[in-house]
């Protein structure tokens, strides 16, 4: 069978299921088993019966040849099973690969709902729920405290992921192989709750997800799996991805997926983008600067007040109408290609954490600059960056945790860690006047996107002004430069001037510093 028909893989996750997989494949329908665009995998999960011989027994008495049988020679466990399914899937050209239990538990009946569901909406996912009708779980079998349990559990995530799905822990499932390069699932746990951190990676990254409503079965397969201890395993995934979402921790499940870490803060009143835009509306810059303009939130802001700004950033240019210019520029490994200083006013919003020597960038655009630093004529630099001393941060070290994360505070990428004091030593060290300082709370709105969130942030944002500190999760500094050593030496009033050697040359140096 050629990769270019192989489009859909039913795949049978077996372990110790000798007495029902025969029957499992005799429920697969004919047609979809002479079908040149699916195939069958099963795969045993190093059971100790004949599980693996009776599903290659069956297909040989049947004599289908786009079946094959796989057993593992250690037990991978539940999740690790799936992982090696799932990379079969990707490897070899499958489109879709519908999840099976050889244990019967699943009707294999609804495998041609699967692919029908799957080709009418595109989804990415696929679940079959069994809690669609609590009256229709019990009347096929699914015990009471179960029943109890999958519906707290599911409320549980709902309420935690902002999701409104009707079972989170169906083992009947299908995904697209597009979805499945997307995220890193070999990463995921080998254990049962394997299904609800692929779950959750498709959360994060906002993949298609579909129900179909299917019957509940409890025949005389054993159940292996401890329901406190894999109830306790859910709780903590999707906790630990709730806190991945707010930036307090740091997991490779979901780092480098899902959509832009960069989000727009213009519209929240508490946040540094507002902070900053205040501050361009209060200095009415003609051209402006905005180094580190990521998607360009805050520029296409500026340019509706009528101020030309010039972009630069490691990643792509933002899109049409947000600036008149953009660069591409690594700011540690290349030099600006414009004259930061010459601008109007300049934003570096957080941007200082993520250079390794954030002195020498600063000191370079003052020592470096043909503009004109002295008086009142040098721009004003609005600059963001975290504040390590955080409340949640010192807590944490408290109890000896310090979790990176894939943004926020502990973004992995940073570099460089400031307090307020660090950060005030920084800025004047290298020759900037404090004009302006602002502590600014955790930006819940973003991550609560409701009145609460709103809330939150009002309230944080009273902390951060009175313990600015201790509760303040960034800080925006507005620094004007002092003229560079160059500068003054070339301005510097002249009252008596030998005529040695010696001074001729410091005159013609002085002659060139002046061109």
């Excluded at 201890?229 to 930036?247: C, E, H, I, P």
């Excluded at 740091?250 to 205040?278: F, M, W």
């Amino acid at each position: 069978m050629s990769k270019k028909q192989s489009k859909i893989l039913i795949f049978i996750v077996a372990y110790h299921a000798e007495k029902h997989i025969q029957s499992v494949f005799d429920r697969i329908s004919p047609d979809l088993l002479k079908d040149e665009e699916v195939h069958v995998l099963c795969i045993d999960d190093a059971s100790t019966d004949s599980s693996s011989q009776a599903a290659a027994d069956w297909a040989r008495q049947n004599n289908y040849n786009n079946i094959t049988i796989l057993r593992n020679p250690v037990n991978q466990g539940y999740g690790g099973n799936q992982k090696i399914g799932y990379r079969y899937a990707v490897d070899n050209g499958f489109d879709y690969v519908i999840l099976l239990h050889g244990d019967g538990q699943y009707a294999p009946e609804l495998l041609p709902e699967f692919i029908k569901l799957w080709k009418e909406t595109n989804a990415d996912v696929v679940l079959g729920s069994r809690m669609h009708s609590v009256k229709s779980a019990r009347k096929g079998g699914m015990p009471v405290y179960k029943i109890l349990g999958n519906k707290i559990l599911t409320n549980f995530q709902n309420a935690v992921t902002g999701q409104n799905l009707s079972e989170y822990h169906t083992g009947y499932r299908a995904y697209s192989t597009d979805y499945l390069r997307s995220v890193p699932f070999e990463v995921n746990t080998n254990d049962f709750h394997f299904d609800t951190e692929i779950l959750l990676q498709a959360f994060h990254t906002k993949a298609k997800i579909a129900e179909l409503p299917i019957p509940t079965h409890y025949g005389d397969e054993i159940c292996r799996v401890n329901g406190l201890r894999y109830a306790k395993d859910v709780v903590v995934s999707t906790l630990q991805y709730k806190m991945n979402k707010f930036g307090m921790f740091c997991s490779l499940k979901y780092r480098n997926i899902g959509s832009n870490i960069y989000e727009n803060k213009t519209d929240q009143r508490y946040s540094s983008h507002a902070v900053a835009l205040n501050a361009v509306r209060q200095a009415k810059p003609g051209k402006l600067l905005d180094i580190g303009c990521g998607p360009g939130f805050v520029a296409r802001c500026c340019t509706d007040m009528g101020v030309r700004v010039t972009g630069v950033d490691l990643f792509d240019p933002p899109s049409d109408h947000m600036m008149d210019q953009f660069f591409r520029v690594n700011l540690e490994t290349q030099d600006l290609p414009v004259d930061a200083l010459s601008f109007d006013m300049v934003l570096m919003m957080d941007i200082i954490e993520h250079l390794s020597n954030p002195e020498q960038f600063l000191l370079k655009l003052r020592n470096e600059t043909t503009a004109d630093l002295v008086g009142a004529k040098a721009p004003v630099l609005v600059i963001s960056t975290p504040n390590i001393a955080f409340a949640s941060i010192r807590a944490g070290l408290l109890f000896g945790r310090f979790n990176y994360a894939d943004r926020g505070i502990l973004d992995i990428t940073h570099k460089r860690l400031f307090t307020s004091s660090s950060l005030r030593q920084m800025l004047t060290d290298c020759g900037y006047d404090i004009e302006g300082w602002r502590a600014v709370g955790p930006p819940f709105e973003l991550v609560i996107n409701n009145k609460l969130g709103t809330t939150l942030s009002y309230l944080c944002d009273i902390l951060a002004r009175l313990m600015p500190d201790l509760f303040g999760f960034q800080f925006v500094a507005t620094v004007r430069p002092k003229p560079g050593v160059k500068q003054l030496l070339s301005r510097i009033e002249k009252k008596l001037v030998g005529r040695d050697a010696f001074q001729q040359k410091l005159e013609a140096d002085l002659e060139l510093v002046h061109r």
